[in-house]
């Protein structure tokens, strides 16, 4: 057996791979990234257009977008694209640059969580036993 260290090149890893002497293994590749459930997909692309539709309007380019949050145009651009993986911190960023982050903030917002909250108030514990008065004998 071939040990290889971390820091092999890539060619040397598939070409030891090739004759059989390195066996990597595989990590599990994210379904979420890869096929999301419909509805995400749909409100991450929704998004995508909404914050191109948003950088446009200001007559801003991609590499002034790129530059104000700190990322390359390649992030932008993926959030412009609504791909799901493109990190949120990319997407809050664009919205922090366009001035719409305020909205943001209500999301998942527990106090608007009507069905979480009913949830939580038909799950709570009830006391085993009633609270004792205090009696004042010493």
């Known amino acids: 057996m071939l ?6 090149s ?6 030891l791979t090739g ?4 066996q990597e293994h595989m990590t599990a ?17 929704r998004l995508g257009v909404n914050l191109r539709t948003a950088r446009l309007r200001r007559n801003l380019t991609i590499d002034d977008v790129a530059q104000k949050i700190g990322t390359g145009p390649r992030a932008v651009m993926d959030a412009e694209k609504g791909k799901p ?3 949120i911190a990319v997407y809050v960023a664009l919205l922090w640059a366009y001035d ?5 903030t209500e999301v ?3 106090a608007r969580d009507e069905e979480g909250q009913a949830l939580a108030l ?3 514990r009830s006391r085993a036993r009633a609270p004792e008065e205090l009696d004042n004998d010493f």
């Open 29 to 45: 590749r994210n379904t979420l990234v890869t096929a999301p459930p419909y509805p995400v997909e749909r409100a991450v692309k």
């Open 85 to 87: 993986s493109t990190g």
């Open 100 to 104: 719409l982050l305020g909205p943001f």
């Open 3 to 8: 040990v290889v260290f971390p820091k092999a």
């Open 122 to 124: 038909a799950s709570e």
């Open 108 to 110: 998942a917002d527990p």
């Open 10 to 15: 890539y060619a040397l890893k598939s070409i």
């Open 19 to 22: 004759l059989g002497c390195l």
